[in-house]
């Protein structure tokens, strides 16, 4: 996987030129650049280029190409739209002169108004009750016939437990035959200090946010990976901001799926403390496609 100094030095993506900006890619264990990594960099290139006293509402994106692990990301951020209470970025992430990713970005200066929230699902576990991820992995995969931990960190996207602790209240859901609701959801926080700059964290949620999104909508679809193959692709990827983000106390984020067809999976998150505020909110439609082996 990778370090916090690793993770830190490549999420802060590089100044190159005014608007331009450069990022490395992060070595998951993954064949191709993860999508989160490059909405994190996109959003981190673009909240460089607004004043301070704006902070990023909404993002928009589009997956277009899938991204190459062995070279730098170049980010173009165009400065849209600079209102008296708004700013608009957009910004398209390059790779060999090509675009593999663009994204608008709102952004908007803080102000009161009318509040409320759905609230955390009532049923949710506390993080201090549940078994680190990777326990659990190392647990399945001694019971379980034809499971490892490889395939998992793979598949469910851990990571090590130095950097990023991750409890799902069920992983062995995520990994059977069984058929389940289009449901489920998992605490996260950063365990090393990343300091309290307020970009560090919304990078570190929006990387974060593509984390599981798809797996979702595969839960009533289970698969027999001895059998089958599955070609999936995050097609596009949307977030909202609605309150102060710290990564290094737990969050929990709760997904579903409230469609899938076509051979696309439209996947919905929304990320709340553990005292229930929600701070943001994701949207994803995404690829899948099962053939036989």
Known sequence: MFSLQDYQ?????????????????????????????????????AVRTVEDARTPHSLHGYFLRPGDLSRPIIYEV??????????????????????????????QTIEEGVSHQMDLPLDVPLPETLQPDLEQAEYLAKTIKGVTVDALRSFTLLFEPDLVDLRT???????TTESFPPHYGF???????????????????????????????LQPHKIDFTQQRLIGASLDHAMWFHGNIRVDQWIYYHLDSPRTGRNRSFNRGSFYTQNGELIASTAQEGLIRIVPK
């Open 78 to 107: 165009d400065p849209i739209r600079n209102g008296r209470s708004f700013s608009t970025r957009r910004v398209v992430a390059k790779q060999n002169g090509e675009a593999i990713f663009n994204a608008s970005i709102s952004f």
């Open 169 to 175: 209240p069920n992983l062995l859901q995520l990994v």
């Open 9 to 45: 030095s490549k999420m802060h993506v590089e100044e190159i030129d005014r608007l331009l900006f450069r990022g490395e890619a992060l070595q998951m264990g993954l064949k191709r650049v993860f999508g989160g990594q490059v909405v994190g960099q996109a959003l981190n290139a």
């Open 187 to 217: 605490w996260f926080k950063f365990t090393k200090d990343i300091g309290d700059d307020p970009i560090a964290h919304m990078t570190a949620l929006a990387f974060i946010s593509d984390k599981g999104l798809m797996t979702t909508g």
